[in-house]
């Protein structure tokens, strides 16, 4: 077994992994441990480390151990939202004055966060094509601290190669962080390729059913598990029990599910790479995509999320995705229900006039599990 093999079986692990039956009662289950606070035995004295649910809550413990183990990490950490992860993170690795490189292609709430609340705080950042090696080279500085990376991105769905992006963090003195939210676990294991922690919405393919919004951490080395670790409780925006539970609940499927979405996905191309009112595709799977060679090796699969471009414009694109029927207009991702959005106008509309914004014609599908005849067919009458 190599060092960077997981020690069972990813879907054993999703619904195993800190997960044992209840001791008392043989639930299979994680029971959702709806407390605020715990009976100590004496001044001090803590049954299994619990004193405060803020702090620690078994079934946020259960999901964070199943985080660690599906990431391959040493320490996995749950919170209220991918944002409040995001900003657990920053708060802990970076300090006023410290430099961080972003992508040019980040989640919209993603750069609000860097340009309208850090910044506030004394944090600069640089924005670098993550595709391209130099030129994130070329955006490091002394006070550079951490390299941030999404991939697959949001929305335009690009690769970085995380090995390539590793070895330049780390010789410079910083740390690789990565959103690991488009691919989940199950299809890349940034850890193993050199990053230092793994950000996730779990709103999304983790949890699966549009039901529950909450984030993650997963930290490579423990002495930054605790770092994190002290900064989740002392700023407060954990997960609740829950929250946890749901999230859990979704995890158990995650490999089949995203079986499906990756199928179905590849169909959605398939049609709309043919299409007369499609003028771009955007998939890692296409051979002809930029960064289909990096995403092989670094992927199981290409995922269920697919942008495309449509001729005549913005008002065109907003025009599929209004008369999209099965295919919901909605914001977020990762469902078992088919999503359209428009970016420009929707999830991305706060980077607007900034060097991050997307195309007006771009058009967002997030593809769910439903049945894929069902899918092409209200994107053909979509598209008209």
């Known amino acids: 077994m190599t060092e960077h093999q997981l020690p069972q079986g990813f879907e054993t692990l999703a619904i195993h992994a800190g997960q044992e039956a209840d001791p008392q009662t043989g639930a299979v289950v994680t029971p959702i441990y709806q407390v605020s606070t715990y009976k100590q035995d004496g001044v001090g004295g803590l049954r299994g480390g619990y004193e405060y649910s803020r702090s620690a809550n078994p079934t946020r413990t259960a999901l964070e151990e199943c985080l660690a183990a599906l990431e391959g990490g040493s320490r996995g950490l749950a919170f209220a939202s991918g944002l409040a992860a995001e900003d657990t993170l920053l708060r802990t690795v970076l300090k006023p004055g ?12 993603t750069f609000r966060l860097f ?10 950042f640089s924005v670098a094509n993550m595709q391209d090696l130099a030129d994130v080279r070329a955006q490091l500085r002394p006070a550079t601290r951490a390299v941030w990376v999404e991939t697959p991105s949001n929305p335009l769905l690009g690769i970085a190669d995380l090995t390539g992006l590793a070895e330049i963090a780390h010789g410079a003195g910083a740390i690789l962080v990565v959103d690991n939210t488009f691919a989940s676990p199950y299809l890349q294991q940034p850890i193993a390729l050199g990053a230092d922690v793994v ?4 709103t999304k393919y983790m949890g699966g059913h549009s039901d529950v919004v909450g984030g993650a951490l997963v930290a490579a080395e423990a002495g930054l598990g605790e770092e994190l670790a002290y900064h989740q409780n002392a700023m407060g925006a954990v997960s609740g029990p829950f929250d946890a539970w749901l999230v859990m609940r979704g995890i158990k499927t995650l490999g089949v599910r995203m079986d499906r979405h990756s199928s179905n996905a590849e169909k959605i191309v398939e049609l709309l790479s043919g299409h007369a009112k499609v003028t771009q595709v955007l998939y890692p799977g296409l051979p002809e995509h930029p960064g289909h060679d990096i995403a092989a090796k670094q992927m199981k699969a290409f995922g269920g999320m697919v942008s495309f471009r449509v001729a005549g414009g913005e008002q065109a694109a907003v025009e599929v995705c209004n008369r999209a029927r099965l295919f919901t207009l909605g914001e977020s991702l990762g469902g078992v229900e088919s999503l359209i959005e428009h970016p420009g106008r929707m999830t991305h509309a706060s980077v607007a006039g900034s060097a991050l914004e997307v195309p007006a014609d771009l058009v967002r599908v997030s593809v769910g599990i439903e049945s894929v005849d069902d899918l092409l067919a209200d ?6």
């Open 115 to 124: 340009a309208k609340v850090l910044t506030r705080w004394g944090v600069e």
């Open 379 to 384: 994107l053909q009458q979509a598209l008209g």
């Open 98 to 109: 410290d430099h961080i490189v972003i992508p040019n292609d980040a989640y919209g709430g």
């Open 199 to 202: 950000v996730h919405s779990t």
